[in-house]
Each structure stands twice: as structure tokens, then as C-alpha cells.
């Protein structure tokens, strides 16, 4: 007689049970990859603002620039301040966080009264549930910068 090689159909069957099982347990970890990225991003450029802010502040306190209003020369241009650290307007932010003035990344999301948020530039406008908020310092806090993560 002559021996087959080859799989029986019941070890067939085995290996798809468990390529499916391990198919609706791996699968819902990479779906979500995109919203991950989108979260990196926007804690990417939350610490760039900080990061600037604080910068900022370093340079306003050397040259006397920390009261209530002043002002820093910064790549030839001047960045307001309040309480030595940049105003919240896209323009004094956009002289200090690199990457903010390029269009193609980054829009302003909303300005408010010493605020202003940041979003996907990419981002359709019927889902902006995620973006970076700027508070400008105040008399008794310094600058800050949350995060909307998008869900």
C-alpha cells in the first residue's frame, strides 16, 4: 500500500478554530491604531507647548519680562506675554512651539478668553472631539496645557 502524506481533515479544522479565535482576540487591539496615534499626537504637542511656555518664561524672567504684560524678541519677531509666559493667540504660540504654524498639521480648533485649542488640521470638522488647550498664566497660576483625548 501506498502512505499518504498530508493533514487529516479534523487537524484542518483545529488550526482554523484556533487562527479564529486568536483572530477575535488580536483583532480589536489593532483596529484602534488610529486613535492611538491621534492621543500620541496630541500629548506630542502638548509637551511642545509646555516645553516652549517654560522656555519662555526662562527668557522673560532674565530679561525682567514676568510682570503682567511684557514682551520677548524671539527669530526676529516679539511674543506677548502675560506674567512671562506667551499670550494665548496662535500667533505668539506659533512663534515659540515649532511646528504650530504649519497649516498642514495643526488648526486652531477655539479661542476664548485667555484660551486656545489645537486639533487635527486633517481632522473633518464633525469630529473634533479631541485637541490641546492652552490657559494663559494669571496672576496667582502659570501657563497651562491639557488634553481632550479623542475617544
Known amino acids: 500500500m501506498k502512505s499518504q502524506k498530508g493533514f487529516t481533515l479534523i487537524e ?52 525682567g519680562q514676568e510682570g503682567e504684560d511684557g514682551s520677548i524678541s524671539e527669530a526676529g519677531s516679539t511674543v506677548t506675554l502675560k506674567y512671562g509666559y506667551p499670550i494665548a493667540s496662535s500667533a505668539s504660540l506659533a512663534l515659540v512651539v515649532n511646528g504650530l504654524s504649519n497649516t498642514d498639521e495643526w488648526k486652531v480648533k477655539s479661542t476664548g478668553t485667555g484660551t486656545i485649542s489645537y486639533t487635527f488640521a486633517n481632522q473633518p470638522d464633525s469630529k473634533t472631539d479631541c485637541f490641546v488647550t492652552y490657559t494663559q498664566a494669571t496672576s496667582t497660576a502659570a501657563a497651562t496645557v491639557s488634553v481632550d483625548k479623542c475617544s
Open 12 to 63: 484542518l479544522v483545529v488550526v482554523i478554530v484556533i487562527l479564529g479565535i486568536l483572530a477575535v482576540t488580536a483583532a480589536p487591539k489593532f483596529m484602534n491604531l488610529q486613535t492611538d496615534a491621534r492621543n500620541a499626537s496630541l500629548e506630542g504637542l502638548k509637551g511642545a507647548i509646555q516645553g516652549a511656555a517654560g522656555i519662555t518664561y526662562g527668557k522673560a524672567a532674565v530679561k
